[in-house]
Nanobody, 123 residues
């Protein structure tokens, strides 16, 4: 069983930055892939970025060049550094993980999810 807790969300003005954290608890997490998703009420959940066990990273075109995913295996924590935030980035951001860490992470169906953290970008 894996437990995920997101933090770091909040309100920021357009053009600002935020760093989200996802603290994971469980065993052998070094072998897991991690991802960030986001969801706006009334819309489908959107994949944002992921990192596999070999630290290969992938990001959606909508955030490429602005968001960076990283992981600290010693701390069992995954981060999403977000720069140049736009109002359309406003959403609840969810962390997810899957034991198929060596797979192509953008297409994984993630087994474990956090409760989400709200990010609001507005002036």
């Amino acid at each position: 069983q894996v437990h995920l807790v997101e933090s770091g969300g909040g309100w920021v003005q357009p053009g600002g930055s935020l760093r989200l954290s996802c603290a994971a608890s469980g065993s052998n997490l070094d072998y897991y892939a991690f991802a960030w998703f986001r969801q706006v009420p009334g819309k489908e959940r959107e994949w944002v970025s992921c990192i596999n066990s070999g630290e290969g990273t992938y990001s959606a075109d909508s955030v490429k060049g602005r968001f960076t995913i990283s992981r600290d295996n010693a701390k069992n924590t995954v981060y999403l550094q977000m720069h140049s935030l736009k109002p359309e980035d406003t959403a609840v951001y969810y962390c997810a993980t899957d034991p198929m860490g060596g797979s192509y992470c953008p297409i994984l169906e993630y087994d474990y999810w956090g409760q989400g953290t709200q990010v609001t970008v507005s002036s």
